[in-house]
């Protein structure tokens, strides 16, 4: 049943779901090609998603690969970015092209009206909103995902998601437990154990390909786009297998272990009073733990039939069976650099190119 809010008079051409990079992308894009168009984000302001990230994070990309289309990021090329750098990159790109963008506006429900044909409806908290096509620019980072086990820590024991941690100061001294081995738990763990007074350990379930973040003094993302790593195809052999494999950029568990004192064990599989236990028959006394462990698709206010059985968006590179709706922004859309903000830009270029043939 529909909510009694106000409905948008008029239709608009397209209708953009999420401020982030790839909306910002997409809808330069669409402005270029002069389509009626409005952004719809839940937060406050442009870039708060980058915003509440953890203090001390910055971009594995310089700042000569971390601009959209123009206007390049305002530093030293070779300088890499903070997470409110990005924030503030984000929220002047959207005023510097006078982007129609609604803040605090959810989207609660997206739908097709007339019994699954003709034009979208998004409702948010205020109003709803109607268009001929829609592009959904959520990103990946939607719900985080925390194991089951979880619910059965000891009640006290200080827990929470890597999307949560701000700074060291969120947790007690004593021992502390990374699950993840991915570039966020690395980077947590270290940042952990270099504050003192903790004993830091990290489990790794799956150990990860890892890539120096700078080889023979320049960027690797440098040398990747060079070599053409970063166009190649998600539909390819070679990009079918690049994107079934995780990749680390810059410090490995192995390096954080050596240079901050990191403990390593392997996947956690149990909990045992207040420790914890792991693959490999560690148990480890526990205070707090951080689950860097990674999102999980949050589509739930989704209500057209473009998801597969995993809870992800089918389509080919953003463009969904049922005509009007696409996606952006996410991991390996198209190529390896569709979720960056340095390569998202030729996405959106496709896609609305495809919008403006429809």
Known sequence: MMSPLPLMKRTLDVLVIGAGQAG??????????????????????????????????????????????????????????????VADYLANYARAFSMPVALDEPVRDLRQCGGGKGTFVATTDHARYRARQVVVATGPFQAPRVPALA?????????????????????????????????????IAAELAAAGSRTVTLAVGTAMTRLPSRVLGRSVFEWLDRSGAMSVSSTSALGRRMRTRDTLIGESPRRIARSHGVRLTTRIVGVEG?????????????????????????????????????GRPVHRRGVTAVPGLYFIGLPWQHTRGSALLGWVARDAEYLAGFIASN
């Open 274 to 310: 207040s420790r914890m236990r792991a693959a490999n028959g560690d148990r480890m006394p526990l205070d707090a733990i951080v689950w860097a462990t990674g999102f999980k698709p949050a589509y739930d206010w989704l209500r057209v039939p473009v998801l597969g059985t995993d």
């Open 24 to 85: 910002l992308a997409v809808g330069r894009e669409l402005e270029r090609a002069g389509r009626d168009f409005l952004i719809l984000d839940g937060a406050q302001r442009v870039g708060d998603s980058w915003r509440n990230r953890w203090d001390s994070l910055r971009l594995f990309t310089p700042a000569v690969y971390s601009g959209l289309r123009g206007i390049p990021f305002p530093t030293a090329p070779d300088h890499y970015p903070g997470k409110d750098e």
């Open 151 to 187: 619910a059965t820590l000891p009640a006290g024991t200080r827990q929470l998601h890597s999307s949560a941690y701000r700074s060291p100061a969120q947790l007690p001294h004593g021992n502390v437990l990374v699950v993840g081995g991915g570039n966020s738990g690395v980077q």
